[in-house]
């Protein structure tokens, strides 16, 4: 492990991190989200889903520094009387783990349809593009709604609930494999064209191995630049999601659904419900987005 550690160090992609301040500051931004969020059982000072836990007479206590704040709740409470600190790291996993899992779900969907579409070509490449652009001529957005309306007819109000997590990976998902598959496509059509593509089909070799052995090697660097931007975009929109109410139930809040509570309170005076789970969103979000686009210029010679 430390080697390899060594070896992505002393690489030509850790030399461009060196050379960027912004992407190393954003990087530990990054990491330090991504750890708290992974150790909120050990991290949160208390368990905000543990109801015996909550007491009423606690509700809506502000920031510790203040003038009535407590110091077992340094950012405050919500109108249940939960920690405001806690809820956000326990919320950061859960919109951590919806994008990185949407994510995911559109790569695999975009890559192998962009793949299939540009190797094979024809009616396939005409018809699979056509599906494309009808789609990007609506906003992502409004395909996770219509994905998340047709679960909620399709599943019961308990069944949903319980399924809320991948109801939203599998929204976010589908409204976002569209710019895998053109650019997966564009790569592969010209590397379909190349010399070791042309000798693994006169040996024989199937289309199936020659697109996911000898093509997907060769197109996957694009593929990474935009999924880590695609993740950034994923988090904004599974908050978009859940402050609009179709997103994470109350009972299990992601970083959206505390902005949502928080934002009922919002003209009583208690702003700290809203604004600490938002400014760590804005934190994830700007972190990774950063993190991106330094990426893509590391990757591209023509960038640097």
């Not at 010399?195 to 694009?222: D, K, S, W």
Request: a neutral charge.
């Amino acid at each position: 492990m430390l080697q390899v550690a060594a070896r992505l160090w002393n690489s030509d992609l850790g030399w461009s991190l060196r050379q960027s301040p912004v992407a190393i500051v954003a990087a530990i931004v990054a990491f330090v989200c991504i750890g708290a969020a992974a150790f909120a059982p050990w991290l949160a000072p208390h368990d905000p889903f543990d109801l015996a836990s909550l007491d009423l007479l606690d509700a809506l206590s502000p920031p510790a520094w203040l003038a009535e704040g407590k110091a077992s709740y340094p950012l405050g409470t919500d109108d249940q009387g939960r920690d405001v600190l806690s809820g956000i790291l326990y919320g950061a996993r859960i919109s951590l783990l919806v994008g990185i899992a949407s994510v995911l779900l559109s790569m695999v969907i975009g890559v192998t349809v962009g793949l299939v579409s540009g190797y094979v070509g024809g009616a396939v490449d005409a018809i699979v593009m056509r599906v494309a652009d009808v789609q990007l001529s609506f906003p992502a957005i409004l395909i996770a709604l219509l994905v998340d309306g047709i679960a909620r007819v399709a599943l019961s109000g308990e069944m949903h609930s319980t399924l809320a997590l991948w109801v939203l990976v599998l929204s976010i998902g589908l409204s976002g494999w569209v710019q895998y598959a053109r650019t997966v496509r564009g790569s592969t059509l010209v590397e379909r064209r190349k010399e070791y593509v042309q000798a693994a089909q006169l040996i024989g070799r199937g289309a199936g191995g020659i697109m996911f052995r000898h093509l997907l090697p060769n197109v996957t660097g694009p593929v990474l630049v935009i999924g880590t931007i695609h993740l950034a975009t994923a988090i904004i929109t599974e908050a978009t999601l859940s402050f609009l109410g179709v997103g994470m139930p109350v009972t299990t809040p992601s970083l959206g659904t505390l902005i949502r509570i928080g934002n009922d309170f919002l003209f009583s005076g208690d702003w700290w419900m809203s604004l600490f789970p938002g400014a760590a969103l804005v934190l994830l979000a700007l972190s990774v987005n950063l993190l991106g686009d330094w990426l893509r210029d590391a990757l591209n010679p023509r960038l640097r």
